[in-house]
Nanobody
């Protein structure tokens, strides 16, 4: 069993900042990719940012220059620093991790989601 627990969502004014955190726990031997996706009302879930265990990053064009992903491999934790937030960033943000237990291959896992709301 693997659990991803997110924190840090909330309400912020446009132009403000929030920092999301997500920690993986449970039966973990190693973690490959960790990252963040989001789903706005009436829209499909979309990639926000991901980071490999080696530090390679991938960002959605809409957040480049405003959001920064980082991770602490020793703590199995990924962060998302969100600056210059806009109303279009309103969504439920989901943590994602590709986790390998000791005796099997990697499989995807999702957090429960945290709401980010930006007031204009």
């Amino acid at each position: 069993q693997v659990q991803l627990v997110e924190s840090g969502g909330g309400l912020v004014q446009a132009g403000g900042s929030l920092r999301l955190s997500c920690t993986a726990s449970g039966s973990i031997f190693s973690i490959n990719v960790m990252g963040w996706y989001r789903q706005a009302p009436g829209k499909q879930r979309e990639l926000v940012a991901t980071m490999s265990s080696g530090g390679s990053t991938n960002y959605a064009d809409s957040v480049k220059g405003r959001f920064t992903i980082s991770r602490d491999n020793a703590k199995n934790t990924v962060y998302l620093q969100m600056n210059s937030l806009k109303p279009e960033d309103i969504a439920v943000y989901y943590c994602y991790a590709e986790v390998r237990p000791r005796y099997s291959g990697y499989s995807p896992h999702w957090g429960q989601g945290t709401q980010v709301t930006v007031s204009s």
